[in-house]
């Protein structure tokens, strides 16, 4: 742990307003062996109701899952996202933005599939126009996996490799996270707030950047050397946790 890692504060209270922007696994939910497997707290669908209200709809959840796969988890709330790490967006108004994929990612998908079912525990997660590869339960498989999305990049024009925590994935290139951070910013209700993006991942890093920037709040879940952001809180049971310091009923 580096030093700034030992001296990032915990992040301010809420305050009725900022435009919170919050990543899904690892931030505010707790990894499971494979994604299919997490669970979403009743509660926490409760509480996000109800801050989502208190902050006049201002609270987008930001991830690299499809939208669909998050409406699906947070069911029956339904949240403005971006989604597949901002290549898919929907503000409160509705869907802004969907990439679709190449006709070239199925058979990188099939061959992928392939190369995971050689190695117990690794996973292929399909999400259409991108494919993540998760050695988690594989650690061995991590170098395999790796060389296999390095080569796969000749087949996908346009395609980017996006490291993450046991995992890599094969993403169209010109958006991320930051970027979709800032699309949101230009639309009602999240204009003119205080920007506040709670991450885990190296995946959340432009994110920070983008809220750094504005002079918002960058808070990092759990120690990573090197992230940019500039707060911290220690796994997702405290960010659950400091949801709460934005007073139920308060309102923009």
Known sequence: MDGLEATR???????ADCALFLDVDGSLIDFASTPE???VPAELRSRLRVLSESLDGALAL???????TIDALFAPLRLPVAGLHGHELRTRDGLQLQVTSPASMQAVAADAAALCRRHAGALLEDKGVSIALHWRNAPTAEHPLR????????RLPGYRLQPGHCVIELLPVG?????????LLEHAPFR???PVFVGDDLTDEPGFREVN?????????GARAGSAARFSLPDPASVRA???TLPHGESA
């Not at 504060?9 to 305050?15: I, T």
């Not at 930001?62 to 669909?68: E, F, H, I, Q, Y």
């Not at 958006?175 to 699309?183: E, H, L, P, V, Y």
């Open 147 to 154: 060389a296999f999305a390095e080569e796969a990049l000749l």
């Open 175 to 183: 958006r991320d996270k930051g970027s979709a951070i800032a699309a």
């Open 192 to 194: 003119s707030r205080h």
């Open 37 to 39: 497997r997490v669970i």
């Open 9 to 15: 504060p915990r992040p301010p209270v809420l305050h």
């Open 213 to 221: 920037a504005r002079g918002g709040t960058s808070v990092l879940v």
């Open 62 to 68: 930001v991830s690299g899952r499809a939208v669909r």
């Open 242 to 244: 400091w949801l709460d």
